[in-house]
């Protein structure tokens, strides 16, 4: 059924980069075999579910939005996608994406666009607006999605649906095509809360091949996410995320979900954090550092496209790799590049990247702060609905604050979640509601988030 809606709608909708028909069915007729053997199976077996193009996929092309990784297949399978083959998922395909991640609008893939599929003139959100797409057009029940910057959360605040990012090192990284090693987190999107709880529980867990991975059970989101229950949670509203800067609709919406959760039982409290003001700029100096670093592996050597300078009869390996990653990485990728070696530069490195790390902390002692107050932390998602296609294209810093109220989080490692909060009134657009929670609480998102619903 997912893949005649594809074939119906992804036309338009251009979601996916590849759908793998046959080793979807393949893995569906498996369980089949394993259901009629009466064999013991996940309770996700034979669910489908897509996946951003940005992990690793043994056998399916991976290019991350990029033609650098054109015709690129993986020999291996990323750490969650192992885990959601053992688990009987059939994998329907892989999501579209802003290059290597680098975005909020899915404009910058190299491949085209993907559209909204509320209004196809509008963004999908970014940099996972594949993953965002393919569910709130019914062509996946669910999407793993990867979230830097707000690349999860975002595209679900402007899609109505659902997107977590756990907490740092809660979901393998072995497999993603790294962006930015010490923000990037993998995740659900989704259309309940729910369903991302069962999808986390999945793809969770301590994992050996990433150092970074937190050993520890996965917390009990599932469980939180089907009590609901919000009596006595104190949510705290960041004063420095909300009003000024927010679309009105948004941020009625948002005040009106929060409403209902006082009803529910929860009550309000007001928390400062005043670092966050800094985010952005921390977060656009960390990011490209990191960035430029782990992007020179693709050297026309090891992966994908390689090509010679035409003028150049016998060009020399520096040559080739110049000319390929001219041809190979956009403008938003070169833009990055460009900062990330600049700030990491000597002479420049403690003054930039040094300040940047800085900033960093004082973000999460104002989280710490915000928690001794709080249990969970709310704020509209995006400032603004789905803007038009096109719109922000070539202004980079427009772009860039559409991320205010999603990257604070990825700096401090705490994990979030973006619940649908209502159509804007003024254009009938989707909004999303965000919550924070401290570093492995993230039953405490699902909780609030599933009292929404
Ligand atoms: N929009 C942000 C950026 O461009 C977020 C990216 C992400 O989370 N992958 O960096």
């Known amino acids: 059924a997912h893949l005649d809606r594809t074939a119906a709608v992804d036309d338009a909708v251009h979601a996916y980069l590849h759908v793998d028909a046959d080793g979807a069915i393949a893995a569906a007729r498996a369980v089949d075999a394993r259901r009629a053997a009466r064999e013991p199976l996940h309770p996700l077996a034979g669910v489908p579910v897509a996946v951003k193009d940005v992990m690793a996929t043994k056998g399916l092309p991976t290019t991350c939005g990029s033609r650098i990784l054109e015709g690129w297949v993986p020999p291996y399978d990323a750490t969650l996608v192992t885990r959601l083959r053992e688990a009987g998922m059939p994998i329907l395909g892989k999501t579209n994406m802003d290059e290597f991640a680098m975005g909020s609008s899915t404009e910058h893939s190299a491949y085209g666009p993907t559209h909204n599929p509320w209004d196809l003139d509008r963004i999908p959100g970014g940099s996972g607006g594949g993953s965002s797409s ?10 793993i999605g990867t979230d830097t910057g707000g690349s999860i959360r975002q595209p679900a605040a402007v899609t109505g649906t659902v997107g977590v990012k756990p907490t740092y090192g809660g979901v393998s990284r072995y497999g993603l095509v790294a962006l930015a090693s010490s923000l990037d987190q993998a995740g659900p999107c989704t259309r309940t809360v729910l369903d991302a709880a069962l999808l986390h529980d999945v793809i969770g867990g ?28 104190r949510i705290g509203i960041v004063r420095e995320l909300t009003g000024e800067g927010f679309q009105p609709g948004v941020q009625q919406r948002f005040d009106e979900a ?6 529910r039982g929860a009550r309000v409290v007001e928390v400062s954090c005043p670092s966050f003001a800094y985010a952005l700029a921390a977060y656009y100096l960390i990011l490209p550092s990191e960035a430029s670093s782990n992007l020179a592996k693709f050297d026309a050597m090891r992966y994908g496209l390689r090509v010679g300078p035409p003028e150049v009869a016998h060009p020399s390996a520096e040559q080739v790799m110049a000319a390929t990653r001219d041809a190979g990485f956009g403008p938003e990728v070169k833009r990055r590049i460009i900062l990330g070696t600049y700030a990491l530069s000597s002479g420049y490195y403690d003054a930039y990247y040094g ?20 249990d969970v932390l709310a704020s509209p998602t995006a400032p603004t609905t789905a803007f038009r296609l096109g719109d922000k294209l070539d202004d980079p810093m427009a ?35 965000q919550f924070l929670a401290p570093a492995t609480e993230d039953e405490r998102l699902y909780a609030a988030g599933a009292a929404l619903e």
Do not use: C, W
């Open 355 to 374: 300040t940047a790390q800085k900033v960093r902390r004082l973000i999460a002692d104002d989280f710490a702060r915000a928690f001794e107050t709080a």
């Open 206 to 233: 301590h994992d050996p091949m990433d150092s970074t991975s937190i050993d520890a059970p996965v917390p009990p989101v599932v469980e939180a996410a089907r009590r609901a229950d919000v009596s006595g949670l």
């Open 258 to 263: 929060v409403a209902l959760l006082v009803e």
């Open 134 to 143: 393919v569910v709130a057009s019914y062509q996946a029940p669910l999407a």
């Open 399 to 433: 772009m860039y604050l559409n991320d205010i109220a999603t990257i604070p989080a990825n700096l401090a490692g705490v994990p979030g979640i973006s619940v649908p909060s209502g159509l804007a009134p003024e254009d009938g657009l989707p909004t999303g509601i």
